[in-house]
């Protein structure tokens, strides 16, 4: 079922997703909000360093960090923003570990392909979409 463009454990969560009726969803994605990763101690002492996604309502702030062609991903979103924090989440844990040529491939839809376009409006989609987009070009200009 995974497409070859998508990471695997970016399609192991999409997956997950889909194999889930669709009223157990989003209780998944809240799922995630709890598992968010702290991000690192440099990013927690220089704020200035991460991007604010203005595609989210919530004040959600990334940080992509490419080592020897491996990406780190950080994201900051609000407790009070659970699917905001969801949608951080799947990115971070999808993407960290991976090569930039790996995120550079994620397929731009890939908020539409988890099965959440019933479950959260368009504009949540629109604000996940929003994160990856600012990933990828992070990982662009700092390879």
Excluded at 10 to 33: G, H, T, V
Excluded at 60 to 75: K, N, R
Excluded at 119 to 132: C, E, F, H, N, Y
Aim: hydrophobic share 40%; net charge negative; proline share 8%.
């Amino acid at each position: 079922m995974s497409s070859p463009q998508v990471p695997d454990a970016l399609a192991e969560i999409r997956d997950d997703f889909l194999e889930l009726p669709e009223a157990e969803r989003l209780q998944l994605l809240l799922e995630f909000s709890q598992e968010l990763p702290v991000v690192s101690d440099e990013v927690a002492a220089h704020p200035e360093m991460a991007e604010r996604v203005a595609e989210c309502q919530s004040p959600v702030y990334i940080y992509v960090e490419v080592d020897d062609d491996i990406v780190t991903m950080h994201a900051t979103a609000p407790p009070e923003a659970p699917t905001t924090r969801g949608f951080a989440s799947i990115l971070v844990q999808g993407i960290t570990g991976l090569t930039a040529d790996q995120v550079l491939s994620i397929p731009d839809d890939y908020p539409q392909s988890i099965g959440l376009t019933r479950a959260v409006s368009p504009l949540r989609i629109g604000g996940m979409t929003g994160m990856l987009m600012r990933v990828k070009r992070q990982v662009s200009h700092k390879r």
